[in-house]
């Protein structure tokens, strides 16, 4: 008798938990609304800082359909665009032309407010689903609202357990929620083909893809400075090239694709990408080489209260094309060295400018030359760290580059 | 004579079970709380320490070895200054564990279960670990056996998964004008420890052979290079800064893991899973010792224990869940283990001096 209630106990019990565990945080797959990419513009927009990025740009009638809602507290100050995917469109064709004609398969509500969860919470009243941001996968942000500042925005996607820190934080240069408006030509959702666009990096040296969430929360939360990938669009297409330089964890301005391939080889952060030089001796070809390997090492030398840099780069890369040459029978051990003096000769020149380019026009100290100081010279850093936005811009630095050329190809 | 016997390998994961907690959602940002960047070198410190104290408590267990502490305190000190001495030891396991439940409780609430109160959380759990107790020390150890592999390739998961984010220079400079700092922090590591004092409870359930001290060794040793591993990757992934941010690091460091493909974009879910795993072993493990103690202070008999454990549930759900702020829960949390310090640190060495001189005085006689 003992036994058989303890029997039935323990499978009322085995039961009960079966059934109750998560009953509580039960939801339907198909109540959630899994937002794929988050834009954030400034409200009102300021028409003198946007620039067109393609025929996407949202016009004036446009902008009067943003919906506003009702604030506790002073004024609104950002427009907050979600794109979430329709699910019971999912199975359509993919294609522009195709997706027009049958109807879209996301969904792009623009909310206006003043603080983001507030925001997000308002555009539950217009979805009838519960906003689920675990797959979101782009934050892009208009350079209005990135020259403001990133910790005025960023508090949400910190302190929210449902963000990710892989989230990829993107920078436009004009209305950022233009970006999730296009129409992607193979990918379903602009979302997740952008995010797609940074798979890339090893193929692309322009792009910065070291642009997620959880870096920029680190280098916000240290003081440094940094880059976020730049990215422009048309109607059905997004580039992503180039770079928002931000300086005290605001935007300074932006880097070019060259600007941009520099950093990645300052910062070890280079995975791949092509340099072109002219052929050596006055002739006149073009050489392009694929980085396969690089490494970078920047050494601080100090003096007393001076402080200068030593960057050596090494690369390694395969000879993958020639152009207005014929080179079959010219590829001896003396030209390939020449056309490594050349590689050497053009990386140098072009890390040289980029440094002078961030210390001359934006003051940003992109390359984290204070992080190296803080870890290698702390006692510098000690004594002159608190200066270092005013001794940074004048910081001598030079480059060495070492190339070698592999494969040169069948 | 105890009936049931425990093979010496399952000392090395009860040892190691009873180590590991709920520690391991907090131990970096303890840690860099009082010795910054230098906080692994705090914890290498520490975990010597607790070798030391540890081997101190097998000792003791190894002198008396058919008696678990509170029969040892009992026997050294006598009835009056036994259960005296045993107060302080209720007292911390208790409220420990019930703050444990309550910070488990709102961290899976946090990452996991948004919508679900955490009164059923902490009963769940408490019925499972009491329900495991119930049923004696060697279904326990089987428990261990299963979770304990479990729990180690999680947290071995958890850091190789983010080396592709680790930053060396985070770890620099070292000991930089922090020498100080890390030498206050050994007692803040030392402290991620102390359930080294576990196998004074179990010791005596255990085959005594030679080998049985390698084992708690082994057990020892497991969590401590773990939770230095994970202070280390933790460190180099998001910076001695941004560790003072975030409320759970761990949980944190498991979020950051990026897996291509979107079918395992929330991966860390499985480790969130197999974490529970690790709270409940240690949860069933410390009520375990909280009915050892309060069997021996209220001089009760063991088929009596099943009443004992369900009253310790039921004070345990009141503690997990009597503080609202989950701000002001971690706080306490902290500060328990805080006032515990230097108890822990000299309880062991004197009860074990304390008995020695007892044994001697009794082979003597």
Redesign the interface.
Known sequence: MRHSLKRSSLLL?LIG?LL???C??QKDIDTRGYVLGLAIDSYPPDPQSSESTGPNQASPQEEEKLEKMQLHTGEPGYAMTIQLPILANADMPEGPGIQSAEGSQSWEITQIGNSFFSINREMASRTGLSLYY??LQVLILSEEVARKGLINILDMF?RE?EM???IKVLICPGEAKSILDVVPRIDKYSSVYLSGIF?NSSRDSRMVYHTNM?DV??AL??GHDFVLAKVISTKDENKASGGAVFHNGRMAGWATEMEVEAINLIRNTYEGGVITVDTPKGEEGRVAMEITNEKAEITPIVNGDQVSFRIDIKVEGDYSEDINLHTHEKLSEPFLKSLEAEYEKEIQDLCTETIESMQEKFKADVFQFD??L???E??YW?RMGSDWNSIYPDVGVTVHADVHIILTGI | MKEERLMPPQVMTLTACGILGIDILIVQRDMVDVAGQDAWISLILGGMTAMILGSVCYYLAHLYPEMDLPQILLHIFGDFFGRIILLPFIVYDVLYLGMSLRIFAQALK????????ML?IVV?IL?AAGYAVCKGVFAIGGIMDIIFPLCAVTILGILLMPMN?IHL??L??IL??NTGNVVKGILTGYQQFTGYGTIAYFYCYTQKTKGTFKWYLAGLGIPIFLYIALTLITIMV??P??IG?LTYPTL?LA??I?I?G?FL??AESFAAILWINIVFVSVALLLFRTKRNFLELLHMKTKHQNYVIWGIALLLIGIALFIRSGTEAISFFSKIKKSSRIFGLLIFPFITAMGYIKKRRETRA
């Open positions: 019990f938990a109750l565990t998560g509580w945080d675990e797959h910190m357990p990710r820190r892989g798979d959880g929360i680190c939360h240290d992080r190296i803080q870890a290698g702390p006692a000690e | 946090m990452f996991l279960l948004s919508a679900t109160p059923p769940l019925l984010q220079s985070n620099k400079p930089y004008k998001f910076g800064t941004d941010y944190t979020k950051s990026e291509p979107t974009e929330r």
